[in-house]
């Protein structure tokens, strides 16, 4: 039969997977419980990062160490250790913090959002991220709309990243660095997931992906004002926003929810995409404007700031040798218009 001191000893010896200090050395065992009727040993421990694949491999150590000295069963639960603790154990380049969130990156970040699904903001981040990529900058996308990832299948992605030491190196399609949920679920399961989860899962989108030398940083939000979206609003030291509406009156006033929730958590507002503004005909030439006039402007006076760009109802051409459906080649006409979008960005940003 195990005893507390015994338990203790054993956990004393474990070491936090990041600080690379003991359980000791951190006051990492928070609490021992020892039902002796059933042998059963039940531990809480404090470790500084939770939620983690450190977290498992530590999980599995601890249970395995136990058991090897006598448990029948064990219970396990993680906290995490107080920020003093933590950045008193922290090894000094970790403490210089370099992730893109630290506010001395140099990243420029763009978040594109819109007031509500189907008005195409992940074809205008893809895009507009490749025409950026185009006129050489270094660009990366967070495909953060969590329940409606859709950018890996949009620019054709079929790799997966992979893990060197404890980054992640994103894949890279079209000179674009991406990183998805997509990438993390299998066979286009449902989220379901709670919002803390959430956070935190985007969280490890910054700080634990090896991003490199970014110039910008697109962050496909998902539609409206909801938890993940102010989540990523709260995240960012600083950021500038793209409102993306269809033409319809309807689409830019729930457009303009998002619009003033960028405004109210202090992130500038770029300027207003319009898209499936028009479909012109290769017969006649005549646009026809399918879903109504004006939303964009309209939307643009609301939050007093410019168009980008009116982007028409059009396919990108078929090729080959490249599978991506959405992805517009740099001579497509509507390529040539994101191009323009991103010499705009680029001047006003």
Do not use: C
């Not at 404090?46 to 983690?52: D, G």
């Not at 950018?151 to 990243?161: L, S, T």
């Not at 893990?163 to 660095?177: A, H, L, N, T, W």
């Not at 980008?308 to 080959?320: A, C, D, R, V």
């Amino acid at each position: 039969m195990l005893t507390q001191e015994q338990v203790l000893e054993i956990l004393h010896g474990i070491q936090d997977p990041f600080l690379h200090k003991t359980l000791e050395e951190t006051g990492g065992v928070e609490e021992i419980k020892i039902k002796e009727e059933k042998n059963h040993v039940s531990v809480k421990i404090l470790i500084s990062k939770t939620n983690t694949a450190e977290q498992m491999e530590l999980q599995q150590t601890i249970v395995n160490a136990l058991k090897s000295a006598g448990a029948a069963t064990v219970g396990l639960r993680f906290d995490q250790l107080s920020d003093d603790v933590v950045q008193k154990f922290q090894p000094a380049e970790e403490q210089q913090d370099q992730s893109l969130l630290s506010g001395n990156s140099g990243t420029k970040f763009i978040s594109v959002a819109s007031g509500k699904g189907g008005v195409g903001k992940s074809t205008v981040t893809v895009n507009l991220a490749v025409a950026l990529t185009r006129l050489g900058k270094k660009v990366g996308i967070i495909d953060a709309d969590i329940y409606g990832f859709s950018v890996p299948d949009m620019m054709g992605v079929e790799e997966r990243p992979v893990v060197r030491g404890e980054k992640i190196i994103p894949v890279e399609r079209f000179g674009v660095k991406v990183v998805s949920m997509g990438f993390f679920v299998e066979d286009n399961s449902p989220i379901i997931w709670r919002g803390p989860m959430l956070g935190k899962m985007l969280t490890s989108f910054f700080k634990e992906v090896e991003w490199g030398d970014l110039d910008y940083l697109l962050l496909d939000l998902p539609p409206g004002t909801g938890d993940v979206a102010l989540d990523v609003h709260s995240m960012l030291p600083a950021s500038k926003e793209i409102i993306v509406t269809t033409p319809h009156p309807t689409a830019a006033f729930v457009a303009s929810r998002a619009g003033q929730m960028a405004l109210k958590t202090e992130h500038e507002i770029l300027g207003v995409v319009e898209n499936m503004a028009y479909f012109q005909s290769k017969e006649t030439g005549n646009k026809e404007f399918v879903f109504g006039r004006g939303g964009g402007v309209k939307l643009a006076e609301t939050l007093k700031t410019d168009v980008l760009g009116h982007i028409p109802l059009e396919q990108p051409y078929e090729e080959e040798e490249i599978f991506a459906p959405s992805v517009y080649q740099s001579d497509h006409p509507t390529g040539v218009i994101y191009r323009n979008m991103a010499a705009k960005v680029i001047d006003k940003y």
